[in-house]
């Protein structure tokens, strides 16, 4: 393709707080640098759906404090079709969109991956996901807000846990990946984290029960990631009930209430940044790469590496939970 005059944006798979704030950088940017930027509703639908409107820098003004997307995200089972991904193109090519910004998890940067392999249309995603589990950046839009309200739902929990002294198994999202759990574990306090990434024996839940409630302890609280591998906290509530009757248990799904608030400035501060580069990369001519940060650095990392290859958990983590828990 030739020289980008104009490009689209959209927001698809799970909304994540800081989507916003990405939408913004990107819209003006984008202007800043004298393309055109149009906005298209409910991600790849709403590009099947000729969704499309153009964006001016008053479409994305008070929006940056604003938890959801403002642009929808839906699911769309026509752009996983040829025919679905045909129409999308010719949609793209009315509006004269040359290029695409996908801000998404690894679902939303693989269709565009194929959609660009398709037809030949530079793609730039952004990482949006509360999972954290993209890979090639350090952290994604979202991950640093979901991690907080983890936080604060398990301090309150933790209230309530002592008063009657039981053991809470709060169950977080993650699906894959542990990130949430494991570092929410950390910042609250809690005894233990089941994740994905490390099963959990038998032997090994009978280790932290005994010591998340040794006599000094009136409570103990465990973050179990949502994970099919694991189980999720009913699954270890029912062990628990079966294996130790003498313990009182309670569980707590935290569920959506992670997606939704109001971005942190840390949230905030990644996407405007990583909005920003995503226009650059254009100008500079990259294609079909992700934006990610690592080491506070921007970088650019392609879909290939970020959707394939597995983010590994930082074993020194579960090291510090397990000091500390005693």
């Known amino acids: 393709m030739g020289i980008i005059k104009s490009i689209g944006i959209l927001t698809s798979g799970g909304d994540a707080p800081g989507m916003n704030a990405a939408i913004r950088a990107v819209t003006r940017s984008a202007i ?5 930027v149009f906005g298209i509703y409910r991600g790849y639908k709403g590009l099947v759906t000729d969704e499309i409107v153009e964006f001016k820098s008053q479409n994305v003004s008070n929006i940056i404090q604003m938890g959801g997307t403002i642009l929808k995200t839906a699911r769309c089972k026509e752009f996983t079709t040829p025919e679905g991904r045909a129409q999308a193109f010719e949609n793209m090519k009315k509006h004269g ?6 801000i998404g998890g690894d679902g939303s940067l693989t269709g565009a991956r194929i959609f660009a392999q398709e037809y030949d249309i530079p793609c730039i995603g952004l990482p949006g996901t509360i999972d954290n589990d993209l890979y090639g ?8 807000t979901a991690l907080n309200t983890i936080l604060d739902a398990v301090d309150k929990i933790r209230d309530t846990a002592t008063s009657h002294e039981r053991l809470f198994f709060v169950e977080v999202m993650g699906r894959d990946a542990g990130f ?3 570092n929410g574990a950390i910042a609250a306090g809690a005894e233990a ?3 994905p990434e490390f099963s959990t024996e038998v032997d090994q839940l009978e280790a932290f029960i005994k010591q998340g409630f040794r006599k000094s302890k009136s409570s103990s609280i465990v973050l179990v990631a949502e994970s099919e591998l694991t189980g999720g906290a009913m699954h270890y509530a029912e062990r628990v009930k079966n294996e130790y009757p003498q313990y009182d248990v309670r569980v707590t799904i935290l569920g959506h209430l992670q997606r939704g608030g109001r971005p942190t400035a840390h949230d905030r501060i990644i996407a405007s940044r990583m909005g920003v580069a995503s226009i650059q990369a254009l100008l500079e001519g990259q294609r079909n790469v992700m934006i990610g940060i690592e080491n506070n650095k921007i970088v650019y990392v392609p879909f290939t590496k970020a959707i394939k290859n597995d983010k590994p958990i930082d074993k ?4 510090v939970l397990h000091e500390l828990s005693i």
């Open 32 to 36: 800043y640098n004298g393309l055109k």
């Open 97 to 102: 969109i040359d290029a695409l910004v996908v």
């Open 137 to 144: 950046t350090d952290t994604t839009i979202g991950y640093d």
């Open 180 to 182: 949430l759990a494991l």
């Open 193 to 195: 984290a089941i994740i």
């Open 316 to 319: 020194e983590l579960v090291s």
